[in-house]
């Protein structure tokens, strides 16, 4: 997929872009038929509910140990607009799936940045990343959907603090104060990503983001894939490969039919 000069200053403005229904329902089936199985296994990688400690919030590193994720890591509709986007090559330094449980159990995120832990802990040099995110699941206004900031990229890297729930859970939450949040959604808005199953969004790292607990019934599973400038690889290592990839080896695409 190549993207117009117009979806590039909207994603220079905005901080990301959204495609409805990049996917089709077949391919993005092929995914949904790996989501059990991904959240059964035991492993570190698999990080918990606070409040629900049967229910995963995170599998991280998703595109190791599933097929299909790895097609959708390498699909071009992915690849190729993220490759434009930061005009590099890109490797994979983080993936995750957040199944974002219903009935409460997927819990609320706090409103952050991606980048603070990227720079602060594993070492990355510029905010030369994005967040590729792939609807597992339809994303509506009930299924608490991701809400972003548009245009809080502007300002760059924010002051923010280790979450609390973060601390010693295998993941790195660092959260913005409410002052800061105030002023930000009052001089821009707040935008709920909203789509069906097999929609697609582009957010740079700095992009302030959130999303409140799904208390609906239903599952709202998202993919996020964070690649990452090859230029600008980590130097830092402390963390494990599911959370900061070391294979800095630039990625390819696969066919466009590779989910078919
Ligand atoms: O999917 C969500 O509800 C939020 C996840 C998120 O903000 C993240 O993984 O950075």
């Known amino acids: 997929m190549k993207l117009s000069a117009e979806n590039i200053s909207q994603f220079n403005d905005q901080g990301y872009l959204f495609f409805p229904e990049l996917f089709s329902k077949n391919e993005i089936a092929k995914l949904q038929n790996e989501v059990p199985s991904i959240l059964n296994r035991t492993g570190p990688e698999i990080v918990r509910e606070k409040h629900d ?16 994720f790895e097609h959708m890591l390498r699909h071009p509709r992915m690849l190729e607009p993220v490759k434009q986007l930061l005009n590099d090559e890109v490797y994979l330094h983080q993936s995750r799936l957040n199944p974002k449980y219903g009935f409460g159990s997927g ?12 720079q602060y ?18 994303c509506t206004a009930v299924t608490s959907p991701l809400l972003v ?7 760059g890297l924010f002051e923010s603090k280790l979450h609390e729930d973060a601390k010693g859970k295998g993941y790195a939450l660092h959260h913005i104060d409410n002052t800061l949040l105030e002023k930000l959604a009052n001089e ?3 935008e709920p990503l909203i789509g069906p199953a097999g929609s697609a969004a582009f957010v740079l790292c700095t992009l302030v983001h959130g999303s409140a607990n799904n208390v609906s019934p239903w599952r709202r599973a998202v993919l996020y894939m964070n690649y990452n400038a090859v230029s600008n690889a980590c130097t830092e290592s ?5 959370q900061n990839n070391r ?3 630039p990625l390819n695409s696969l066919g466009d039919d590779c989910l078919e």
């Not at 402390?238 to 599911?242: A, E, K, L, Q, Y």
């Open 149 to 155: 900031i548009p245009g809080s990229h502007k300002y």
């Open 238 to 242: 402390s963390r494990p490969w599911f």
């Open 53 to 68: 400690s049967k229910a995963a919030r995170l599998a991280f590193g998703v595109h190791s140990y599933s097929n299909p």
């Open 247 to 249: 294979d800095f080896t």
């Open 107 to 118: 819990a609320s995120w706090d409103w952050h940045q991606d980048y603070p832990p990227f």
């Open 121 to 138: 802990i594993d070492g990355m040099k510029e905010p030369k990343c994005i967040m590729a995110t792939v609807f597992i699941d339809d």
């Open 188 to 190: 821009s808005t707040i």
